[in-house]
């Protein structure tokens, strides 16, 4: 078809397959994502940009999860999720969009408020429906279980995470009339063996890059919502430097091209 062209064609795009786990009524969704890291790696070698390892993990897991949970989501759909952690006291954002695929995402270490508590917020905005926004607290640092924290409070449906190897993540979320024991008890090992154990009903497969579409131009209206005093300090030298709030991405732009 189309779409496994378009997915052939392009070395750097992640295929994520959804299935419906028939006599289980649970959605599988699962994606190998070395090919968006390695863009990712590369984006922030382009900018000049370096995160504490153990960070830049956690970074890497929530860009996996808001593609999957993206993939499960209708066409026209895009989610963004911000996390905030009390200790370490960090800022993770990540987002997915599905037309085309595209998840990007960073992380933030200054000028981070502290809540005192673990907070994750969920924004979600579709075509001809009004913008959702929830936010939900959770418990400790693997920001895997945060999700699925997310999910059982805000969602309202069980869901799990696994990591596997070569940089594979999987997804299976409760659908109506699912087998909820099952679904809880899964391990590691049973979504391992699960095309051999359970009956998988293909469903589609989506492309994801990690790409931002941010660009110089579009960052422009940020700077021009600011006060003129903070416009004559951003300019001060004749050069503003604009980070991009979504991705990080520095861009270095002449007050006149401004003007």
Known sequence: CGMSQM???????????????????????????????LDYYLHLMQHGLKYEES???????????????????????????????HQPLVNFFVTAVNRPGRTTGRLFTEDVRDSGNNLFIAQVTRTHFQPRQSMVQFEGTDLLKAVEQFYTQSEQRLTRLFRADDEEFIMVSAEPDCDEIWLHELSYEDVE???ATEHLTPLETRGYVFECGCSIDRLYPLIARLPEDDLNHIFEDGMATINCPRCGAIYKAPQDHFN
Request: proline share 3%; charged share 25%.
């Open 193 to 195: 063996n699960i095309d």
């Open 7 to 37: 997915l052939r064609e392009d070395t750097s795009m992640v295929e994520v397959r959804s299935f419906y786990v028939r006599q289980r009524n649970a959605l599988l969704v699962r994606g190998k994502f070395a090919p968006l890291y």
């Open 55 to 85: 960070l830049d993990n956690h970074l890497k897991e929530l860009l996996a999860a808001v593609t999957l949970h993206s993939c499960s989501r209708p066409q026209d759909e895009t989610c963004a999720w911000t996390l905030q952690m």
